[in-house]
């Protein structure tokens, strides 16, 4: 069994930061991609920065300069720093990461549940 937990969401105002942490735990053998994707309302979910397991970092390009994805593999754990935030910002927030588990074949994608990112004044 494998689990991602989402957390660091919140409201904030224009122009402020906020810090997203995504923790993966279960029996994990091994994560390569992590992601970052976000839903706002009536709008379907879409990529907001993915770091690829040779290290390579893909961004939108509506975040570019302002968001930075970062990964800690000793705690399985990615971060992403969102700073310079705006109104459009707003969305729930969703990590993804491809991982395989101990004594299972294959390599599956996994979501967190989600974290709701306000910005507003």
């Known amino acids: 069994q494998v689990q991602l937990v989402e957390s660091g969401g919140g409201l904030v105002q224009p122009g402020g930061s906020l810090r997203l942490s995504c923790a993966a735990s279960?029996?994990?053998?091994?994560?390569?991609?992590m992601g970052w994707y976000r839903q706002a309302p009536g709008k379907q979910r879409e990529v907001v920065a993915v770091?690829?397991?040779?290290?390579?970092?893909r961004y939108a390009e509506s975040v570019k300069g302002r968001f930075t994805i970062s990964k800690d593999s000793a705690k399985n754990t990615a971060y992403l720093q969102m700073d310079s935030l705006k109104s459009e910002d707003t969305a729930v927030y969703y990590c993804?990461?491809?991982?395989?588990?101990?004594?299972?074949?294959?390599?599956?994608?996994?979501w967190g549940q989600g974290t709701q990112v306000t910005v507003s004044s």
């Open positions: 993804k990461a491809d991982i395989t588990q101990i004594g299972v074949r294959g390599q599956f994608d996994y």
């Open positions: 279960g029996s994990i053998a091994s994560i390569f991609t």
């Open positions: 770091m690829f397991s040779g290290g390579s970092i």
